[in-house]
């Protein structure tokens, strides 16, 4: 397929996960109006419904939606109800905190990845690679809320070396960083053993490939087989879980963001949800989708890069 | 002092508590500039032998409990990882048999082919270039000189199999081991590697140790012969000696395993069973948003076919020529134009549930033993299948007995019913596969390459069995193969196909003995003049 095709695909997947949002949201029991009655008892079954109508929440869901979809394709997504304000404002500050954490943990967790994954691959069965194969069970068996508490307790609590709660945009630029640490410690953790097994898998397809045979014929050195010959190839596969791992890390973000109460837009996502904040949930979770499909799209590109079969006609 | 001294070799492949001994005490020689030939079938132990040399054998499961193995004297059995590597690519270098997979798929021809220069000779960038031009020319590849940024999936499989060569030569080794080199490669361009392997011999004066389990290229190419069997060598020497008066009872199986024979007279006056007339595949070429179809790869091209109970075509063919879609259109796996009749139904006409009753009557055996049979079923249950669909009403007892029939008829005991396909070896698997076809009382049997896959001996028990078959049951058969050896044994008629349209078509004898086209000269030529030459000699 071509980039245009790539683009109409991207937004169509965009359409079709406002439409889902838009509608679980509306289908979720009580609406704002709901929430103002209960702030305030001395609203008639009249008021309700008269403001209701002021809200066009009387209307069907369907024609709903239909009339946000109109607004939003004219970049209009709305009023924040609960922050009294556009939902863009309330989410550009909280869009830099978010990608400031997920940046920093996936840079990381690549990092240790790549040396990890390729030395397991290299001696498999050998003691490094039974370690960092416990290491990476552990990672996955942990949800992220339990580790992020128990991080908390230990680190923030017990030791007081790290604050439990993120205050970026606050204090001097050591002090913000050391807010950081725990969730993105918590982040790495989680996706680090799910990077670490994968490209433990391909590196040693990549190994066991008939070409490595030729390389080592050739007279090249073990280090030279495994960077130069084999962890090219180990690559394209990798890369390709690593980006559908990422719709994961939108899930991580909720929790994650949460527990440390860190001003990102899962947690936003959050509020937004339980004040039943309709505009900025929806675009919350849009642009977090446009988060994933951007990275897959610049995925796509990477294999074009990387492996000389693959063109953008996507032919292989 | 020989240039390579093989002495007791042997090879252990430990897997937890088993140890196989894949190579037991072979000692052998080759001297300066001198080619031996190792011969054997699959899992005789040659292409272990020969890693073995390098040590590129996968140690610490790979074990050598004993030998050694002196290159100019020196012990390379026990050498240190520095001395392997400066005599890898350098004074020994290896070519292997899968062009397809054994060049880095994300290196250009250039940098694979100067990485050897790079290792050993220190080469500047420049001087490299110049000394990869000067490789390619010499193993037949100008064209690509100006194409050094060129990718292994840009090139044919010969064309990928000489920049494996030209990366072997690099340095100038004394000895060359080419395992099973000419194996995945088209006849004609087999024909070719092989003269300039002779040709850059004789150039080089390079020593060759060359395994293969064919033996016309041993009788082509070699001066001394082992052959091995079952992880020994069981008898060496001079390769005319060895054709002409081979000592040990293997070796003599070996050179008398060769398909022969000729197919049973039929009745060329009966109605043909399955007639198609200007038969045609075309499969689009979609470009663009709107997928529009611009242009159509001709894999069948007009092709008219038909055949008599109890007749042989052959069809034979390169990679590429349209065979294997030909025997799925005339059995209606693919869609096609042209008329297609089977016992006077036009297929083309009838919807695929009408066509299936016909099913019963017309079967495929495939050339893959091992890909074809599902490893989840049991040979009994694979067999029965057939049975299951075309007579819903048989009783088990029936479908067995059916199926026992069937496995015995293939030359099978009737308890290997109760096992796995990958308790059998790959020619009991295609006697499987044969007797799943079988068991339907098929008219008609397309066998796509169906001894391709197998030992030289096998392919001969195979096609006997095939032979009988035919003539007890009055079967039709469109024997798919590029192994022309194997068509003769087995055709009445052959139809040479290139780029989905026939070359040339007639009686077997004539066509083989006596091609008319150009083409089909070449391909008898490269093909069968090593059988020509045997009878001679």
Not at chain 1, 255 to 263: D, L, N, R, S, W
Not at chain 2, 13 to 34: C, L, M, Q, Y
Not at chain 2, 387 to 398: G, S
Request: with cysteine.
């Amino acid at each position: 397929m071509n980039i245009l095709g790539r683009t109409v695909q991207a937004l169509l997947t965009l359409l079709a996960v406002s439409f889902l949002v838009y509608i679980l949201i509306g289908l979720m029991p009580g609406d704002p109006v709901d929430l103002m009655a209960a702030g305030n008892p001395h609203m008639t079954p009249a008021d309700l419904a008269r403001l209701r109508a002021e809200y066009g929440l009387d209307q069907p869901l369907l024609a709903r939606y239909g009339r946000w979809l109109i607004a939003a394709l004219h970049g209009d997504l709305g009023y924040s109800r609960s922050y009294n304000l556009p939902v863009f404002e309330v989410i550009g500050p909280r869009a830099a905190h978010t990608v400031v954490l997920f940046g920093t943990a996936l840079l990381i967790t690549v990092a240790l990845a790549l040396p990890m994954g390729v030395y397991a691959a290299r001696f498999p069965g050998g003691i490094a690679d039974r370690m960092i194969n416990f290491f990476c069970l552990a990672g996955v068996s942990l949800p992220h809320f339990w580790l992020g508490l128990l991080l908390i307790c230990l680190f923030a609590v017990t030791l007081g070396w790290l604050p439990a709660a993120t205050t970026l945009s606050e204090g001097s630029l050591w002090a913000q960083a050391k807010s950081l640490a725990l969730p993105v410690i918590t982040l790495v953790v989680a996706e680090l053993a799910v990077y670490v097994r994968h490209l433990r898998a391909a590196m040693l397809e990549a190994l066991r490939a008939d070409h490595i045979r030729t390389a080592r014929a050739k007279g090249c050195s073990e280090s030279r087989i495994v960077w130069r010959h084999a962890f090219q190839n180990a690559l394209t596969p990798a890369l390709t879980v690593f980006m559908l791992d990422l719709g994961t890390i939108i899930g991580g973000a909720v929790t994650v963001e949460t527990i440390f109460g860190f001003p990102g837009m899962g947690k936003l996502l959050f509020d937004a949800v339980n004040g039943n904040d309709y505009n900025l949930a929806v675009a919350d979770l849009l642009i977090l989708t446009c988060f994933v499909v951007v990275a897959n799209f610049a995925a796509d590109g990477l294999y074009v890069v990387l492996d000389p079969r693959v063109s953008l006609a996507g032919k292989k | 002092m020989a240039l390579l001294d093989v002495k007791n070799l042997s090879v252990d492949f430990v897997n937890g508590p088993f140890t196989t001994h894949a190579v037991k005490d072979v000692s052998f020689s080759i001297e300066k500039g001198e080619t031996l030939a190792v011969v054997g079938e699959s899992g005789s132990g040659k292409s272990v032998t020969a890693l073995s040399v390098l040590q590129l054998l996968p140690y610490p499961a790979a074990k050598h409990p004993g030998g050694s193995i002196k290159f100019r004297g020196e012990e390379l059995m026990k050498a240190t990882d520095v001395v392997l590597r400066s005599i890898r690519g350098n004074k020994i270098s290896m070519i292997f048999q899968e062009p397809m997979t054994s060049l880095n798929p994300l290196h250009t021809i250039e940098k694979q082919i100067s990485e050897a220069l790079f290792l050993h000779k220190h080469m500047n960038p420049s001087a490299a270039r110049q000394r990869v031009i000067e490789l390619l020319e010499l193993v037949g590849l100008s064209k690509l000189t100006s194409r050094l940024g060129a990718y292994p999936h840009e090139l044919s499989g010969g064309q990928r199999q000489r920049v494996m060569i030209a990366m072997a030569l690099a340095n100038e080794p004394d000895l060359l081991i080419a395992d099973e080199p000419t194996t995945a490669v088209d006849v004609t361009v087999q024909a070719q590697l092989l003269k300039l392997l002779r040709d850059l011999q004789k150039k080089l004066g390079m020593a060759i140790m060359l395994i293969t389990h064919d033996l016309s290229i041993v009788k082509k190419m070699a001066n001394r012969v082992a052959v091995m069997y079952k992880g020994e060598v069981v008898e060496t020497g001079e390769t005319q000696k060895i054709f002409s008066h081979p000592e040990h009872e293997y070796t003599k199986m070996l050179l008398s395993a060769q398909p022969r024979g000729n197919p049973q007279p039929y009745d060329d006056k009966a109605t043909p069973i399955l007639k198609a007339d200007q038969l045609k595949v075309w499969f689009p070429v979609k470009t663009g948003i709107f997928r529009r179809t611009t242009d159509y790869v001709k894999a069948v091209d007009g092709i008219d076919v038909a055949i008599r109970p109890g007749q042989t075509i052959g069809v034979v063919g390169e990679s590429g020529s349209g065979k294997t879609t030909l025997g799925l259109a005339l059995l209606r796996l693919l869609q096609s134009q042209g008329l297609v009749s089977f016992e006077g139904h036009d297929l083309g006409k009838m919807t695929e549930k009408q066509i299936r009753p016909l099913r019963r009557d017309m079967q495929i055996v495939f050339q893959d033993p091992y890909g074809s049979l599902s490893p989840r079923l049991s040979v009994e249950q694979i067999v029965e299948e057939g049975l299951l669909v075309h007579f819903p009403n048989m009783t088990k007892a029936e479908r067995t007995a059916k199926v026992i029939a069937a496995l015995q008829e293939t030359g099978l005991d009737a308890e290997t019913r109760h096992r796995y396909p990958h308790e059998f070896s790959g020619g009991q698997r295609q006697r499987i596969a044969i007797a799943r076809a079988m068991v339907l009382n098929p008219k008609f049997v397309i066998l796509d390459e169906p001894t391709s896959a197998l030992d030289m001996s096998v392919q001969a028990q195979i096609v006997e069995l095939l032979r009988r078959l035919q003539q007890t049951h009055n079967l039709a058969y469109m024997f798919i193969s590029h192994d022309l050896r194997v068509v003769r044994a087995m055709s009445h008629q052959v139809i040479v196909m290139r780029n989905g349209r026939v070359v040339e078509t007639g009686e077997a004898r004539q066509v083989f003995e006596n091609p008319r086209e150009d083409y089909t000269k070449t391909l008898v030529a490269a093909a069968l003049n090593m059988d020509v030459a045997d009878t001679g000699t």
